[in-house]
């Protein structure tokens, strides 16, 4: 029952995090390249700041920790779903966690050190949104592994 409910815990925080870069896929991203460049560089600054606080960072880091260590429990533990949590650990640790670190926090750093926000966010947000393309998919998939494991 405890592994369960940890698997759970796996899914819902899998699902939360990409549900964040689902939403920024789908409209804060073209909502934001609507304003003006100064204001979007300055939206984007904004978010960003807000992001690395607590809320966030414990579903963000939350989503690779929790699904980590239950699929190798469920492993070793001998929990049918185990290799399906792990799975899709494997796939966020990858395809979300990684991208982030070597894609869009890159970005971010550059952005926030222009000089000239509104140049530097018109040469960055759109790989900056290709990149969380990559992470919303990621993300997605291993929240599918991780349910699977439920079954």
Do not use: C, Q
Not at 32 to 39: E, G, I, K, P
Not at 41 to 62: D, K, L, Q, T
Not at 86 to 100: D, E, H, M, R
């Amino acid at each position: 029952m405890t592994w369960t409910i940890f698997a759970v815990a796996s899914v819902v925080l899998l699902g939360l995090s990409a549900g964040v870069f689902f939403g920024f896929s789908s409209f804060i991203m073209s909502g934001l390249a609507r304003a003006s460049d100064d204001a979007a560089g300055a939206g984007m600054n904004g978010i960003n700041e807000s992001a690395v606080r607590p809320p966030f960072m414990a579903v963000f880091f939350g989503a690779l920790l929790v699904p980590g260590v239950t699929g190798i429990w469920g492993l070793v533990g001998g929990h049918r779903g185990g290799g399906w949590v792990l799975a899709g650990a494997a796939v966020y640790l990858v395809g979300t966690f990684a991208v982030t670190m070597a894609g869009n926090v890159p970005l971010n750093n550059r952005l926030l050190a222009a000089r000239d926000k509104a140049v530097e966010w018109r040469a960055t947000w759109r790989p900056w949104t290709r990149w969380n393309h990559v992470r919303t998919v990621a993300g997605v998939v291993a929240t599918v592994l991780a349910a699977i494991g439920l079954l």
